[in-house]
């Protein structure tokens, strides 16, 4: 890390975190303001009825007479609260049982803005509340323990905030399409469970079968050395960084915020040519083929607009889950390969001459 690597590593860090950080005021910004004007528009109603349409009247009848209970929620959110702050600590021993206890009395209400957020914003700031809670620990903890107790505080986190962005989203399609919410509740419960079954198996499956986390592999984990890098600059603080890498980082921060402010503030035709500063920061250490995927594909998608504007809206969603599932289906058949030590027929290697 003190070496090229290092840059390169903390440009990606600055980028991201200036671009997490800007999203993360913009959404506490819309929804302060969003609960307040609901506040407010609450304070004015004198008790009238609002004109409703048939159909919202009749999603709004369906959604509410099958309500889940509050107790339900209490009582599921203590049991499992008690669960991690017996087991987490016994998983990881850096993160004291007190963090935990703290982890869970603050999730409530940062749950709540991020699902309100969501709501108005269709954008879930789950992985922002996580880096906040990265530092936060990391410098607490001190230098012994820091990383790791950093690491686990923000997946504890990060996955309370997020699960219950995604919760909110679910009730959302459920309302839209007349769904029981007991039943997409009994769904998520159901899948969650398997998850914890399923997940588990998957990453050791795929982390036996590839190198992951080799950076001249194929599976570099790229966030997972930008959260760990993070975390060691929560412990050590600007000492853990190239020479003069702090300015750069600095400069690559406002870079970031300020690509931000452009595309938000400037009119819509200049503003749609801005770059994602998080999707910049990932090939820093991924490598080219990540942008040349998505050059490919937005130079597909551009050419099928001006062939055929109104189709391509339709199918584009359909291609883009097609490609993606297709990828994610063989990496199963892919991981029996591997670790059935079968490699590939072909083997091409580029030399300089």
Excluded at 97 to 113: E, G, R
Excluded at 167 to 172: A, T
Excluded at 279 to 299: H, K, N, Q, R, S
Aim: proline residues 5%; hydrophobic residues 50%.
């Amino acid at each position: 890390m003190r070496s090229i690597y290092g840059y390169k590593v903390f440009l990606s860090v600055a980028l991201i975190l200036g671009d997490g950080l800007y999203n993360f005021v913009k959404i506490m910004g819309i929804t302060v303001i969003g609960l307040r004007s609901r506040i407010r528009k609450k304070k004015l109603n004198t008790g009238q009825e609002e004109q409703k349409s048939v159909e919202e009247l009749k999603q709004n009848e369906i959604f509410l007479t099958e309500n889940i209970p509050m107790w339900i929620g209490v009582i599921g959110y203590g049991v499992f609260s008690l669960m991690s702050i017996i087991l987490v600590p016994i998983l990881f021993p850096q993160l004291k049982w007190y963090y935990v206890v703290v982890a869970y009395i603050l999730a409530p209400s940062l749950a709540f803005c991020n699902a309100f957020g969501a709501g108005l914003t269709d954008i879930n700031t789950a992985y922002n509340y996580g880096k906040v809670a990265l530092f936060v620990l990391a410098a607490m903890t001190g230098k012994e323990k820091g990383v790791a107790a950093a690491l686990a505080g923000c997946g504890l986190i990060q996955s309370v905030v997020s699960v219950s962005c995604i919760l909110m989203q679910d009730f959302k399609t459920a309302h839209f399409t007349r769904t029981s919410p007991r039943a997409m509740f009994l769904s998520q419960v159901i899948g969650t469970g398997l998850g914890c079954i399923i997940a588990p198996l998957s990453f050791f499956l795929f982390y036996k079968a590839f190198d992951v986390g080799n950076p001249n592999g194929d599976f570099k984990a790229p966030y997972a050395l930008i959260y760990r890098n993070m975390a060691i600059l929560g412990v050590q603080g600007f000492s853990a960084l190239p020479q003069h890498c702090l300015q750069l980082c600095c400069g690559f921060f406002a870079f970031a915020v300020a690509v931000n402010l452009v595309r938000d503030l400037s009119p819509r035709k200049i503003g749609k040519w801005m770059p994602l500063p998080m999707c910049m920061g990932v090939p820093f250490l991924v490598g080219a083929y990540f942008a040349i995927d998505m050059c490919v594909g937005t130079l597909v998608v551009f050419v099928w607009h001006k062939l055929n504007s109104k189709r391509a809206d339709f199918m584009v969603p359909a291609v883009a889950s097609g490609l993606i599932c297709g990828e994610g289906l063989w990496i199963l058949p892919a991981a029996v390969l591997a670790l059935s030590k079968v490699k590939p027929p072909i083997c091409m290697n580029f030399f300089a001459t």
